[in-house]
Antibody
Framework: QLVESGGGSVQPGGSRRLSCGAS????????MNWVRQAPGKGLEWISY????????YYADSVKGRFTISRDNAKNSLYLQMNSLRAEDTALYFC????????????WGQGTLVTVSS | DIQMTQSPSSVSASVGDRVTITCRAS??????VAWYQQKPGKAPKLLIF???NLQSGVSSRFSGSGSGTDFTLTISSLQPEDFATYYCQQANSFPITFGQGTRLEIK
C-alpha cells in the first residue's frame, strides 16, 4: 500500500514537500516514481528513483525545480517541489515499479497540490 | 522523447460489446508497453504489462498485443464496471510517457 501526503495550496514561487509512505512490501527492493495529473488532463510521469536511490530521472518540465528522494529505513518516498508554478497544479501520485521494469503497481490515492495566488 | 498516440480518444459502446484501443509509439519500444484503467477520482490501475501480460487479479476480458510501435488493448465483452478512461504507457526508456487517454463511455 502507498499513501501520499503533503498536498495543499501554495503560492507561485513557493515550495512544498510531498511524502509517500509504503507498507506491505519490501520497500528497498522496488523502484519508485511520481506521476501527476492536472485537473481534467492525462497522466504525466515526472520522476523516478532506483531502489538504492543512486539513479534518478526527471521530466524536463520539473528538472531543476523538483527533487526526488527516499529513506529506505523509513519506507518513505519524497518529492521536494520548489519554484512552483500554476501549471504544477495537479494530483500527485506515487507508484511502485519492479527492478528493471517500468510498469506501475500499485499507486497511491494521490495528493492534490494547488498553486495559486 | 517517445510519443504515444492513442486512438480513439473516446468511444461509445454497449455492455457485451468488444472494444479495441490502439496505441502507436513514435519509435520501436519492443514489448515495453503497459495499459492502465482509471475511474474518476481514483488512481490508475495496471491492467497489462510488457504488452500482453495480464496483471494478477485483472479480469481475463482484458488482453493486450503488439510489439515494436503498434499495440492494442482489447476488452472482449464489456461489463458496466469497464466504463472508464484507459491509458497506454511506454516503459522502454526515460522519460516515461503516456498516451493521451481513451474515454470509454456507455452508448
Amino acid at each position: 500500500q502507498l499513501v501520499e501526503s503533503g498536498g495543499g495550496s501554495v503560492q507561485p514561487g513557493g515550495s512544498r514537500r510531498l511524502s509517500c509512505g509504503a507498507s506491505g512490501f519490501e520497500f528497498d527492493n522496488f523502484e519508485m516514481n511520481w506521476v501527476r495529473q492536472a485537473p481534467g488532463k492525462g497522466l504525466e510521469w515526472i520522476s523516478y528513483i532506483s531502489s538504492s536511490g543512486n539513479t534518478i530521472y526527471y521530466a524536463d518540465s520539473v528538472k531543476g525545480r523538483f527533487t526526488i528522494s527516499r529513506d529506505n529505513a523509513k519506507n518513505s518516498l519524497y518529492l521536494q517541489m520548489n519554484s512552483l508554478r500554476a501549471e504544477d497544479t495537479a494530483l500527485y501520485f506515487c507508484a511502485r515499479s519492479p527492478k528493471g521494469g517500468h510498469s506501475y503497481y500499485p499507486w497511491g490515492q494521490g495528493t492534490l497540490v494547488t498553486v495559486s495566488s | 522523447d517517445i510519443q504515444m498516440t492513442q486512438s480513439p480518444s473516446s468511444v461509445s459502446a454497449s455492455v457485451g460489446d468488444r472494444v479495441t484501443i490502439t496505441c502507436r509509439a513514435s519509435q520501436d519500444i519492443r514489448k515495453w508497453v503497459a495499459w492502465y484503467q482509471q475511474k474518476p477520482g481514483k488512481a490508475p490501475k495496471l491492467l497489462i504489462f510488457a504488452a500482453s501480460n495480464l496483471q494478477s487479479g485483472v479480469s481475463s476480458r482484458f488482453s493486450g498485443s503488439g510489439s515494436g510501435t503498434d499495440f492494442t488493448l482489447t476488452i472482449s465483452s464489456l461489463q458496466p464496471e469497464d466504463f472508464a478512461t484507459y491509458y497506454c504507457q511506454q516503459a522502454n526508456s526515460f522519460p516515461i510517457t503516456f498516451g493521451q487517454g481513451t474515454r470509454l463511455e456507455i452508448k
